[in-house]
């Protein structure tokens, strides 16, 4: 079992930024691809962004140049930095663990690649 837990959310005007964190506890963090999701109301929950065991990241394209994810495997933490965001950006902000392997990359995108979730934390972007 791996807990996760997000922190960081709030209101923001836009251009802002801010920096959400997840704190990982339970099995070897290392072990796990990391991942952020978000869903925005009445929207299904879309990718954001991936981070590998060895550090290499994907972006989704309405976030590619603005956010910036990382991980501190010392301190079992995961970010996400998020700068110039926009109103489109407002939804509950998910940090994923996933511990399966695929051959095809393209899979890491989808929710089904990640078995465990945190409780969710807001961002609110303000015009």
């Known amino acids: 079992q791996v807990q996760l837990t997000e922190s960081g959310g709030g209101l923001v005007q836009a251009g802002a930024s801010l920096r959400l964190s997840c704190a990982a506890a339970?099995?070897?963090?290392?072990?796990?691809?990391m991942g952020w999701f978000r869903q925005a109301p009445g929207k299904e929950r879309e990718f954001v962004a991936y981070i590998s065991w060895s550090g290499g990241s994907t972006y989704a394209d309405s976030v590619k140049g603005r956010f910036t994810i990382s991980r501190d495997s010392a301190r079992n933490m995961v970010y996400l930095q998020m700068n110039s965001l926009k109103p489109e950006d407002t939804a509950v902000y998910y940090c994923?663990?996933?511990?399966?392997?695929?051959?095809?990359?393209?899979?890491?995108?989808?929710?089904?690649?990640?078995?465990?979730w945190g409780q969710g934390t807001h961002v609110t972007v303000s015009s």
């Open positions: 994923a663990a996933g511990g399966t392997v695929y051959t095809d990359s393209s899979n890491y995108i989808r929710r089904g690649a990640y078995d465990y």
């Open positions: 339970g099995r070897t963090f290392s072990n796990y691809r």
